[in-house]
């Protein structure tokens, strides 16, 4: 028998998670995929298969009885073929061939030659591969299998067939001119004297700021905004106004030369954690042995790092233990 071109392992991924959370557009959030790719992906399979899966003459849609079989089946199926890639690639005995890491933005360059010599010396990777960007593009490349591991912000509770290893939180910083003197007693002080330098809102750092501006019920008009640390950076070093960032960040920045001024927040702050995530069971041991290392170049380079930059920000940076949660059988 010929396998139906268009069904594989990915689009029967999708269709599952379109099965159990009842609709396009919350898998679609699950997946970190456009809801039409969802959609095009399932219409894919139908064709396929010569079958309708979803009545959607129905709000929400339904599967229909052809739906409800492959849902079962797929299922069994996906699990399958998890175990049998875990088992060729003999996790846990052999070095991978290719071992494939997508990181935050404003992360990369101050974690990276560390994490590459752990990674090197005792994972024994083929090769080394990683790559920077955004949160949405990240959990995508994990769930469609362009790379094996992410770094992220977003939790696994909300996302099918994922592992989670916690690494770090911090706390948001300001970032200020070098020559700006003193300390500014609030937010609103300091926006009087200089204009906000953003991050984008599809940053991750960038959405965390502007759920604090409202909070605390502050509207800075927009004047410029980017999508990595460096070019951030860039800007409040030279003088062009302030930002508010973590101390990643900051580190980021002065990787490539960029110094600013760190500064606790005046007033309250708000932070964010930093996740591992893998596909269950794919990697076996060697997610949590990476999650390790991790960890070790955190407390062993990066973390004296912000101590040394910014000695008063106490637990405002934390490397967090070895707690882990798998999603699995979600």
């Known amino acids: 028998m010929a396998w139906p071109k268009g069904l594989d392992i990915r689009a029967l991924n999708v269709f599952t998670e379109t099965a159990r959370s009842g609709n396009m557009?919350?898998?679609?959030?699950?997946?970190?995929?456009?809801?039409?790719?969802?959609s095009q992906y399932i219409s894919k399979i139908e064709e396929a298969l010569g079958t309708q899966?979803?009545?959607?003459?129905?709000?929400?849609?339904?599967l229909?009885?052809?739906g409800e079989v492959l849902r079962d089946r797929a299922e069994a199926l996906i699990s399958s073929a998890e175990l049998a890639?875990?088992?060729?690639?003999?996790?846990?005995?052999?070095?991978?061939?290719?071992l494939r890491i997508a990181v935050p933005n404003s992360i990369a360059a101050t974690l990276t030659p560390w994490l590459y010599e752990h990674v090197h010396r005792d994972m024994r990777p083929g090769n080394f591969s990683l790559r920077a960007g955004q949160a949405f593009d990240r959990v995508r490349a994990l769930i469609e299998r362009e790379v094996d591991l992410i770094i992220t912000s977003e939790v696994a509770e909300h996302i099918a067939g994922v592992e989670q290893f916690e690494l770090f939180r911090e706390?948001?910083?300001?970032?200020?001119?070098p020559n700006y003197k003193g300390t500014p007693s609030s937010l609103q002080e300091l926006l009087d004297e200089l204009p906000l330098i953003r991050f984008t809102g599809h940053n991750v750092v960038g959405q965390l700021v502007e759920r604090h501006l409202r909070r605390l019920r502050l509207s800075p008009p927009r004047v410029a905004e980017f999508d990595t640390a460096q070019s951030v950076s860039a800007m409040v070093s030279v003088g062009h106004g302030f930002a508010i960032a973590t101390p990643m960040c900051v580190l980021e920045g002065a990787s490539v030369g960029h110094d600013v001024r760190a500064c606790a927040m005046p007033g309250p702050s708000v932070s964010?954690?930093?996740?591992?995530?893998?596909r269950s069971r794919e990697l076996g041991s060697q997610a949590e042995m990476f999650a390790s290392i991790c960890r070790r170049v955190l407390h062993e380079n990066v973390a004296p790092m912000v101590a040394d930059r910014m000695p008063w920000l106490a637990d405002g940076f934390q490397v967090l233990e070895d707690i882990s949660m798998n999603n699995g059988e979600k």
């Open 25 to 38: 557009a919350e898998a679609a959030r699950l997946l970190g995929m456009t809801q039409p790719a969802v």
């Open 85 to 98: 890639m875990a088992a060729v690639r003999n996790v846990g005995e052999q070095p991978l061939a290719e």
């Open 64 to 66: 229909t009885p052809a």
């Open 53 to 62: 899966l979803l009545d959607r003459r129905l709000r929400p849609a339904r």
């Open 171 to 177: 706390g948001t910083v300001l970032m200020l001119p």
């Open 272 to 278: 964010r954690t930093l996740y591992l995530l893998a």
